[in-house]
T-cell receptor
Framework: DAGVIQSPRHEVTEMGQEVTLRCKPI?????LFWYRQTMMRGLELLIY????????DSGMPEDRFSAKMPNASFSTLKIQPSEPRDSAVYFC?????????????FGEGSRLTVL | DQQVKQNSPSLSVQEGRISILNCDYT??????FLWYKKYPAEGPTFLIS?????DKNEDGRFTVFLNKSAKHLSLHIVPSQPGDSAVYFC???????????FGKGTRLSVIA
């Protein structure tokens, strides 16, 4: 398997623009997670899905953030409008059964810079 | 409030010596703990884990120790190698109930 695939790897945009990050999880994994990494907060969970259904989005910082999983092989994280403080590395991860000590498999991340 | 704390942002160790990375947690319900390793421009990868029913788990050069009464765990790497230079994240969960909660990470530099 190719692992978790994220795109784009790098995104530079201007404040106010819409940003869409994409993720393809490992086939057969039931859980999909979106994490954000910053120096100040480390790796923080934004939202996770189980079988394409959002389970907990309490980590989503504001209404400007939204995530969807229209099918088992694709998820998006959208920021609209983007702000400079959204600059971070966004990771998607998937797991067979993360809530029972399952291991998370991470993508390589999408580095977002909002000017 | 950070439930998983890695209070040392960085650590520098000589090649061949022991590296000790520390992690503290506040949620007494956590019963499963993991360490992830992250190289630049890559995603974190799983390294080693420990269940709360154990106090030690070893895998080659890597050993994780858990002290439940102190709510503390540590990762020992011996001997340290230059290829171990990376950011190490501690993570914890209440198995069967919550996804992983990560610390901020510790950057380990192993100097040849």
């Amino acid at each position: 398997d190719a692992g978790v695939i994220q795109s784009p790897r790098h995104e530079v945009t201007e404040m106010g623009q819409e940003v869409t990050l994409r993720c393809k999880p490992i086939s057969g994994h039931d859980y999909l997670f979106w994490y954000r990494q910053t120096m100040m907060r480390g790796l923080e969970l934004l939202i996770y899905f189980n079988n394409n259904v959002p389970i907990d989005d309490s980590g989503m910082p504001e209404d400007r953030f939204s995530a969807k999983m229209p099918n088992a092989s694709f998820s998006t994280l959208k920021i609209q409008p983007s702000e400079p403080r959204d600059s971070a590395v966004y990771f998607c991860a998937s797991s067979l059964d993360a809530l029972n000590t399952g291991e998370l498999f991470f993508g390589e991340g999408s580095r977002l810079t909002v000017l | 409030d950070q439930q998983v704390k890695q209070n040392s942002p960085s650590l520098s160790v000589q090649e061949g010596r022991i590296s000790i990375l520390n992690c503290d947690y506040t949620n007494s319900m956590f019963d499963y703990f993991l360490w992830y390793k992250k190289y630049p421009a890559e995603g974190p990868t799983f390294l080693i884990s420990i269940s709360s029913i154990k106090d030690k788990n070893e895998d080659g050069r890597f050993t994780v120790f858990l002290n439940k009464s102190a709510k503390h765990l540590s990762l020992h790497i011996v001997p340290s190698q230059p290829g171990d230079s990376a950011v190490y994240f501690c993570a914890a969960s209440v198995s069967g109930n919550t996804p992983l909660v990560f610390g901020k990470g510790t950057r380990l530099s192993v100097i040849a």
